[in-house]
């Protein structure tokens, strides 16, 4: 097989020594425009974690990386006057041009023809002459630009400034600073990756890199300006230049890497933030996994899209951490109303990857350090010397109802009621949740009227024979399960009513028995639905009274906490996204008019439930849609019910329009519910896709919310809590049935 590559950097270097290295009939050669040695930037950081792959993949190169790597495993964050010290993590450091020498040694060894100094020949060409053409040039690919439709490739240009220098101080750790100066917040990422040589990269704000004045500057302009603001960091070093011009980081994705015989790898194809040091990473690791894929193949092509099938996961979870931590440095201002030692914290999770019994394993004084931090500020100080409840087993307190632990079950729709009153299965749902454990079990959207019902197996709140129904169900679980509490969550259908149950069709429209519908304006669903009629005032007077008897029938009913549903695209969150409101009286257009009706209904709510029983509200806080509602505009949101007398957002995202286009993952609503809490000053309820309680933890510890809402995870085990609090050695007290069973041995 003939392979060129085009692009001598660790991806395309390291491709040539695994090809040539599993079959040395294989022609590689490898076109590098610059000397491999005159590199940009300082060093590299990997994991252990990689650095056992790579010993995998080729153990010379590994052997001859491992020589010249330097190792540590402190982090170090210096924040506020305090430096935060989490140990334990396991980095090593490379210089980026020694780590090059290497590779081109090697692969010369192994007879790649390799041309130095010399441009590619275009890619036509090449493919005419070679069975591969492998285009690992780098960030700025000239050959993906070329193609970018082909390629789908997207380049998201992030906001922030960030510059590569380097210096001789020898950080002991992996050193993170934030130094506030006149111009703004200023972020330091540094480490040392050989003998007294050590990367420093300054990145801050597009805002603060203008106020300093650094717009047009030389590097020696940067170096003044960084050795004074690092002045105390740099401990008397000196910062260097190596073509360091301050940037702006490029995320780029590509839907297809291959096109024919032609394929991306590295830089290329995708990039991750340098904040996740993963760039190298990927290049080497699309290396191993394209000359695997190509081992004996037959036909390049196939082999190709057997090499994309397997390694786009990968490729794409990393991307989503390194999304999540240049989000985080991106955001860093937000998060000044932490202490510096929940501030370290929220730094170390923050790709959302790292969770707090990784964190434990790593160093266990850390995270103890942090739940006796967390369960003092909890109100549940321990004394010294006795162990500490995670923070998911500290009690949480909203006006005058305390939770004793932050799990909340998350509402879910049962479709099982007839005529809206709950029955045996909401009893059993909702009752062995709350046997379970959660601190706080949540009713599925209750619908305030027959008319706002999803589907007509949907519970309501609109008759006395629904208030007995609830009524028992709050009985069973306040003589049951003491320590739980019980919450109801008021919602109104609107364009989204008439439909189906779940299982016979989401949001499909009833066949028979539909009722009348109506939203903020008249649109569909999906054309196959009703046509909702945009609401008068009239009819907003009648929902409004609804919501407000409905509130004094769960009062009746004797539930603990309220919530109404803002979210998901109901009768109420379809005021509040432009995508369904397109009304042109007082209701419509600015976010001030869209939230009015909204507002009104909080207000008549908060005034008809008790002042100590707290109210909650759901949002979606995206519609994930470019002309929907932002992240910004639902801090917004949070700040006006805020002041309308919600105590906590729920924040869940999405669902409001049938075309969203949500970017899924691990907790991947949880940065919503971050922003909120520290930018609108609000507490939080985080929820989607969180499964264990080494998530649930991380996020509590960081501060991204004040509670956790488990829907699926605590539907598919209803004694989630309880098992998540045994796991952690924190067993919670039995009923007495249960109890009983506990000690059957000992009685027998
Ligand atoms: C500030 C910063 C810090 C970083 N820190 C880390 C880190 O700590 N850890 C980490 O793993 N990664 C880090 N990275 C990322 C890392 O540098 C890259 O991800 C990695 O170099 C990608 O390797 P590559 O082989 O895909 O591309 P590159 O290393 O960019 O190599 C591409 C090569 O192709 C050559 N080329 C392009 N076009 C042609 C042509 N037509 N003909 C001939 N030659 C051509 C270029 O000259 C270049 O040498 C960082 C990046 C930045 C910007
Ligand atoms: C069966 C089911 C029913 C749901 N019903 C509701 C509901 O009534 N009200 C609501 O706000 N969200 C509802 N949701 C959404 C969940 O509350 C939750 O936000 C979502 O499932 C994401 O959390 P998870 O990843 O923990 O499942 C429902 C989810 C499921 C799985």
Redesign the pocket.
Known sequence: MKVAV?????????LAILLRQADATTQVTV????R?ED?F?F????SDA?EGILAEADWPTHQRMAEAMHRWGDIDVHIGGEVITSGGHGFC?IS?KRL?EILRDRAKELGTDLREL???PPVDELLKTHDLVVA????????REARAKQFGATVDLRPNR???LGTSRPFPSFFFSFQQNAHGLWRAHA?QYAEGQS?F?VETTDAAWRAAGLEGQDEAATIRYCEVLFKEELEGHRLVANRSIW?Q?PTIRCSRWHDGRLVL?????H??H?SV????????E?AIALAKVLQGATDVETALATYETERRPGVESVQRAAQASLEWFEATERYDDLEPLQFAYSLLTRSLRITHENLRTRDPAFVERVERWFADHAGARVAPGKRCPPPFLTPFRLRDLTLTNRIVVSPMCQYSAVDGVPNDWHLQHLGSRAIGGAGLVMTEMTDVSPDGRISPGCTGIYSDAQVAGWQRIVRFVREHAPDTRIGMQLGHAGRKGATRLLWEGDNRPLEQGAWPIMSASAIAWKAENQVPREMTRADMDLVREEFVRATERALESGFDLLEVHLAHGYLLASFISPLTNRRTDEYGGALKNRMRFPLEVLGAVRAAWPAERPLTARVSATDWHPDGLSGQESVEVARLIGQAGVDAVDVSAGQTIPDQRPIYGRAFQTPFADRIRHEAGMATLAVGNIQSHEDVNAILAAGRADLVLMARAHLWDPYWTRHAAYALGHALAWPNQYESLNNYNSRI
């Open positions: 085009i692009g001598g950097g660790p991806g395309g270097l390291y076109w590098e425009r610059n491999i590199t930037g060093g590299v950081v990997l990689t450091g980026r090059l010399t441009e590619a690992a040039d780098g960030v700025n690919s000239a050959i960030f510059v590569w480490y990367t990269i940037r980081f790898l590295g830089d290329a194809a990039t991750a340098f040091g993963s760039g190298t990473k990927l290049a080497m699309d």
